[in-house]
C-alpha cells in the first residue's frame, strides 16, 4: 500500500504503483474527479508524518550532514531512541 498526498496525483505514478501490484492511497486534487480512496487507511499517513516531524527537530537529520547514508541512517536511529525515550521517560 503507498499512501501519499494530493501533490503525488499523476496517472503516471498511479499506474506505476498498480503495475507493481500495491494500492495507492492518494486523494484526487479537485479538478480531477476519479474513485473513491479509503479514509480510514488514509488518517494513517498522518501518524507517520507526525514522526517523521519530531525526527526532523535533529538538525543532523532535517539537513543531512552525513554524506554517508549508513552514517546517516545510524543518526536516524539515534534520533528514533531519542523521541521514544521522551515519551517513555
Excluded at 30 to 58: P, T
Excluded at 72 to 85: D, N, Q, T, V, Y
Amino acid at each position: 500500500m503507498v499512501i501519499g498526498d494530493k501533490g503525488y496525483d499523476s496517472h503516471a505514478l498511479r499506474e506505476q504503483i498498480e503495475g507493481a501490484g500495491l494500492e495507492s492511497i492518494i486523494p484526487f486534487q479537485k479538478r480531477r474527479r476519479g474513485f473513491e480512496i479509503d479514509r480510514e487507511k488514509y488518517k494513517e499517513r498522518n501518524v507517520v508524518e507526525r514522526f517523521i516531524g519530531k525526527l526532523k527537530e535533529n538538525r543532523r537529520v532535517a539537513t543531512r550532514y552525513d554524506k554517508k547514508a549508513t552514517h546517516f541512517a545510524g543518526f536516524l536511529i539515534l534520533a528514533a531512541i531519542k523521541s521514544w525515550l521522551k515519551i517513555i521517560c
